[in-house]
């Protein structure tokens, strides 16, 4: 049985290491993925995985906040609304934790595409937006793009 198919694993603390597989294939790039509806992570991780990307995945802000410290993902996936914070409190704390260091790029998770939420993350430095509902081929572009890697 892998990891993934593990339900004893608890879903906030899954992560793909790449143990299982051969070392030509070792995911290259980690990413976070903060979200508070545990179906759409889920589809999200799995979607990044197949990317071949080393994934995290995170409910709540103060918990992914752990992980992006221990971590240092290259990409964070982020909700706006989360059950303890906003994520745009997450982001001024990664921010402030990464001065001098490379910041990963984000990529906000939201219902909400009005043009206020747009301006505020164009000010925060956010790399892209992805408007739920989400689909795995808008979330694989997405992502491509961000990190630089072959869409092929």
Same mark, same amino acid.
């Given at each position: 049985?892998?990891? $993934?198919?593990?339900?004893?694993?608890?879903?906030?603390?899954?992560?793909?290491?790449? $143990?299982?597989? $051969?070392?030509?294939?070792?995911? +290259?790039?980690?990413?976070?993925?903060?979200?508070?509806?545990?179906?759409?992570?889920?589809?999200?991780?799995?979607?990044?995985?197949?990317?071949?990307?080393?994934?995290?995945?995170?409910?709540? @802000? +103060?918990?992914?906040?752990?992980? *992006?410290?221990?971590?240092?993902?290259?990409?964070?996936?982020?909700?706006?609304?989360?059950?303890?914070?906003? @994520?745009?409190?997450?982001?001024?704390?990664?921010?402030?934790?990464?001065? @001098?260091?490379?910041?990963?790029?984000?990529?906000?998770?939201?219902?909400?595409?009005?043009?206020?939420?747009?301006?505020?993350?164009?000010?925060?430095?956010?790399?892209? *937006?992805?408007?739920?509902?989400?689909?795995?081929?808008?979330?694989?572009?997405?992502? $491509?793009?961000?990190? @630089?890697?072959?869409?092929?």
């Amino acid at each position: 049985m892998s990891e $993934a198919d593990n339900p004893s694993i608890p879903f906030h603390k899954h992560k793909n290491n790449g $143990a299982e597989q $051969a070392s030509d294939t070792r995911p +290259s790039h980690k990413v976070l993925i903060v979200e508070d509806t545990t179906e759409l992570a889920e589809v999200l991780r799995v979607t990044l995985e197949q990317m071949n990307l080393q994934v995290w995945c995170e409910t709540h @802000g +103060s918990r992914a906040l752990e992980v *992006y410290h221990n971590e240092h993902p290259d990409l964070v996936l982020l909700d706006i609304a989360l059950p303890d914070t906003t @994520g745009w409190k997450v982001l001024d704390t990664i921010k402030k934790q990464r001065r @001098g260091e490379k910041k990963p790029l984000i990529v906000v998770i939201t219902a909400y595409g009005d043009p206020a939420n747009r301006l505020m993350g164009k000010l925060q430095g956010v790399h892209s *937006y992805l408007i739920k509902p989400l689909n795995p081929q808008e979330v694989r572009k997405t992502v $491509a793009e961000a990190l @630089g890697l072959d869409k092929t």
